[in-house]
């Protein structure tokens, strides 16, 4: 017990020196703050350098990811099908897709389904 104890206060006392001596000899400056902006051919940049995020791809983005997770989900139920009881199978698969197709009216009610607002 006491050996594992002082391996790993070794281990971590090890660690922070290490941290603390890379951040002393580390070559960067945050005083030069000139050379980390961005630059056009040597002019200052005529706009912002980030581009505006299109919020429509995002949401059909998070739609396609529940997408995803609901195939991964349906995928075990189906190798379980001869494994399990059938009565009990066919009434968690059905509020399985209950579930899912309630998400899917949600989602057509709120018009998510849209690609165009």
Not at 1 to 9: E, G, P, Q, S, V
Not at 26 to 49: A, H, I, Q, R, V
């Amino acid at each position: 017990m006491y050996l594992m104890m002082t391996i790993l206060l070794m281990s971590l006392i090890l660690s922070n020196i290490m941290i603390f001596l890379a951040l002393i000899l580390s070559k960067k400056s945050f005083n030069d703050l000139e050379k980390s902006s961005p630059f056009e051919c040597g002019f200052n940049p005529l706009s912002t350098p980030r581009i505006p995020f299109s919020l429509n791809f995002f949401l059909i983005t998070i739609i396609f990811l529940i997408f995803d997770i609901e195939i991964s989900l349906i995928l075990p139920i189906i190798m379980i099908m001869n494994l399990s009881n059938m009565i009990i199978w066919t009434l968690i698969s059905m509020l399985f897709m209950i579930i899912l197709l309630l998400g899917l009216y949600y989602e057509w009610n709120q018009n998510m389904l849209n690609w165009t607002l």
